[in-house]
């Protein structure tokens, strides 16, 4: 396959370049910006400490934040190619911590065609911690020329 993807070159198991990314409080603070969302589980270190929310005496990333990431992977492989992310389903399975590095990997799964047009791919993507846990897991449709 050449160094920007197409659709008609794609097959299931081709693998995006992975996408690592270590976050920290001020990440956090930035995203609560960002998403207009300024729950303290997300910003409140010292509250955050005392309530224990998911069973961890610390701040958590948003989970966009993560799905931003993925995001972030897909459009870097595709957008200089000319394509689309044209839809993206998420499920975060791990709050992710301050100082933790998140690593997402995608794969191709499967090549949807019109007649013998190939029209959209989807991809699978996973997001893991530094300790190998899953963080989030998510599923990309996306369009290239």
Do not use: D, N
């Given at each position: 396959m050449s160094e920007r993807p197409r659709l008609?070159?794609?097959?299931?198991?081709?693998?995006?370049?992975?996408h690592r990314r270590t976050v920290s409080q001020d990440d956090f603070d930035l995203m609560a910006v960002a998403s207009l969302d300024y729950n303290p589980v997300h910003t409140n270190v010292e509250w955050a400490k005392r309530a224990k929310v998911f069973g961890?005496?610390?701040t958590v990333?948003?989970?966009?934040?993560t799905m931003t990431f993925q995001a972030s992977m897909v459009t870097d492989w595709i957008h200089p190619a000319g394509g689309n992310l044209r839809a993206m389903e998420s499920k975060f399975t791990r709050p992710v911590l301050p100082g933790d590095t998140v690593t997402s990997?995608?794969?191709?799964?499967?090549i949807h065609y019109s007649g013998r047009q190939p029209i959209f791919a989807v991809v699978a993507l996973t997001s893991i911690n530094q300790r190998g846990e899953t963080v989030a897991a998510s599923k990309a449709?996306?369009?290239l020329p």
């Open positions: 008609a070159e794609l097959k299931i198991g081709t693998r995006l370049p992975e961890v005496p610390s990333a948003h989970g966009m934040m990997t995608g794969e191709v799964i499967e449709e996306v369009t």
